[in-house]
Nanobody, 124 residues
Framework: QVQLVESGGGLVQAGGSLRLSCAAS????????MGWFRQAPGKERLFVAA????????YYADSVKGRFTISRDNAKNTVYLQMNSLKPEDTAVYYC?????????????????WGQGTQVTVSS
């Protein structure tokens, strides 16, 4: 069992930056691939970024590539999402998720554990 707690959301102007953190419980964090998803009001939850268990592979949605960076610190049981050049369309609740699977990391169906989410609002 893994429990995930996101933090770092908030209100930022367009062009600004935020760093989200997701702290995980448990001793086996380094065994899990981690993902970030986001959900805007009235819309489905969409893939943002993912990172393999070792941190050696990362994946991004086209909409955030070049602006967002996912990373992890297995010693701290934490995964991060650095978000730069934020746009109003990035406004959403951001969720982190964990999975023992190593393939299809872009699909929300691949993930077994989810955090409660943190709100990110980008004003124009």
């Amino acid at each position: 069992q893994v429990q995930l707690v996101e933090s770092g959301g908030g209100l930022v102007q367009a062009g600004g930056s935020l760093r989200l953190s997701c702290a995980a419980s448990g001793r086996t964090f380094s065994s899990y691939a981690m993902g970030w998803f986001r959900q805007a009001p009235g819309k489905e939850r969409l893939f943002v970024a993912a990172i393999s268990a070792s941190g050696g592979s990362t994946y991004y949605a086209d909409s955030v590539k070049g602006r967002f960076t996912i990373s992890r610190d297995n010693a701290k049981n934490t995964v991060y999402l650095q978000m730069n050049s934020l746009k109003p369309e990035d406004t959403a609740v951001y969720y982190c998720a964990a999975t023992l699977k190593t393939i299809i990391l872009r699909s929300r169906l691949a993930y077994d554990y989810w955090g409660q989410g943190t709100q990110v609002t980008v004003s124009s």
